[in-house]
């Protein structure tokens, strides 16, 4: 039996979805290339833990965050 998704889990997975187009935008990448990287640097994991304060700002401070997260996971 399926269960249906909450109003906090749908809008958390939305969420998540404008990040990766976002971000897709920014660095010019397809959308796979910006899943193995958000899933590479655990930006969906942080995403997902963080949203109640991150679904709050701004998509170009999102991005940078997201930017110098995976800077810092690269070093």
């Known amino acids: 039996m399926r269960q249906s ?3 906090e889990d749908q809008n958390t997975l939305y969420f998540l979805s404008f990040c990766i187009e976002q971000y ?3 660095k010019g990448l397809s959308g796979s290339e ?3 990287l958000f899933d590479d640097c655990g930006i969906t994991d942080y995403l997902v833990k963080n949203y109640d304060v991150l679904h709050t700002q ?3 401070w999102i991005v ?3 930017d110098e ?3 810092r996971k690269k070093q």
Do not use: L, R, S
């Open 64 to 66: 940078q965050e997201i």
């Open 5 to 7: 998704m909450g109003k």
């Open 58 to 60: 701004g998509a170009q």
């Open 24 to 26: 897709k935008m920014y």
């Open 69 to 71: 997260i995976i800077k």
């Open 34 to 36: 910006t899943m193995k």
